[in-house]
């Protein structure tokens, strides 16, 4: 009823856009010979991680529920700059809205009432490889709602740029794609109960950082 994938980045998960061919969802239609594959949810192109696809259009309405109604327990990792000032763990709020007009543009915090929320956990300081003074923490991102780019605007907006993220807080989203400075996000794990059985699921993603 489901495969799930370790995504890398740099890959978009549906056609659109220049993106038409090389996308997770055709490929794996094709390797698998599955034609009515279809996504659950949404990673970035530039997000790697644990991605989940339903088999079966007779059960995938059920499974998508539990992304609608936030059912699905989601966890992040992400490598950004350390801040001395900054108390973890932090719950960050804010109001994420997406300006009007054709292409791709950034999500703005803009002020009002929150509506993407993110619990933000720092995990430990990393070997900043060599960078002079630059340190650098590993982070673990849960958010408790899902808006477009939520982890990557709200990161920023507390000062903490995910590592090699062209779009925040800088918009390059037309620079060419730098496959050795991937952007250091990472959909670490899903967790849910089945509702077609029951059962506890968890997918884990088997990427290391540093490896």
């Known amino acids: 009823r489901l495969v799930v994938v370790d995504k890398p980045p740099f ?38 991680g644990v991605l989940a696809f339903a088999v079966q259009p007779a059960t995938r309405a059920a499974y998508q529920a539990l992304w609608r109604t936030r059912a699905v327990h989601k966890v992040y990792e992400a490598i950004a700059p350390w801040r001395d000032e900054l108390v973890f763990p932090l ?30 956990e720092r995990l430990g300081e990393l070997d900043p490889a ?47 794609d730098d496959y050795g400075r991937p952007l250091q996000l990472l959909a670490r794990s899903l967790r849910f ?9 968890q997918f884990e993603s088997q990427r290391r950082w540093g490896e």
Do not use: C, S, W
Not at 138 to 167: C, E, F, S, W
């Open 130 to 176: 060599g960078v002079p003074g630059e340190r650098l923490a590993l982070y673990r991102l849960t958010p408790l709602t899902g808006r477009k780019h939520q982890l990557r605007a709200q990161m920023a907006a507390l000062g903490l740029p995910i590592v090699n993220d062209r779009i925040y807080p800088e918009l390059e989203a037309d620079a060419l």
């Open 91 to 120: 719950t960050a709020h804010h109001r994420l809205v997406e300006p009007g007009g054709a292409g791709f543009m950034q999500m703005q915090v803009v002020a009002g009432e929150p509506n993407a929320e993110t619990l933000v």
């Open 193 to 201: 109960t089945d509702p077609l059985d029951g059962q506890a699921r």
């Open 11 to 48: 890959l978009a998960v549906t056609p659109g856009g220049r993106h038409l061919q090389e996308t997770v969802l055709l490929r794996l239609q094709q390797q698998l010979g599955l034609p009515h594959l279809t996504p659950l949810h949404r990673l970035d192109r530039d997000t790697a």
